[in-house]
């Protein structure tokens, strides 16, 4: 029987010029979106504030993230797995930098796909037909 295991994460939707901020974590080989999993008694909105910190020492304020749209696409590197991701926009305080994991950051658009997690290709190509990212 082949069963499909379910992630809950939260991912922040910061464009500017029309390019998307994406990060990479050391070891990985693909960009995904500054953000992460939700630890148990955290809202989304506390995940992600929490998780854009240590990423990448923006400071985001959870009561000023607004939901942008919800995502579901396989999971990069894991088999049999979906991810479901809450993505969020929101103003943050400081510029990015990459932090703790994250090895790191670029500023791309919808034709940068190839370098993507397949959650951020869903993404750059939802805010590409709404106008928003090249």
Known sequence: MNTTRTLESVGWLCVRDGRLLVVRSVGRDAFYLPGGKIEPGESHEQA?????????????????????MLVS??????????LHMHCYTGPGHGEPSPAREIQEMAWIDS????????????VLRRLRAQGQCG
């Open 111 to 122: 034709h940068d796909t190839d370098r993507c997690a397949p959650a951020v290709v869903t």
């Open 48 to 68: 992600l504030a929490r998780e854009v910190r240590e990423e990448l020492t923006v400071e985001l304020a959870p009561d000023r993230l607004t939901p942008a």
């Open 73 to 82: 696409a396989p999971a990069h590197g894991l088999d049999d797995t979906q």
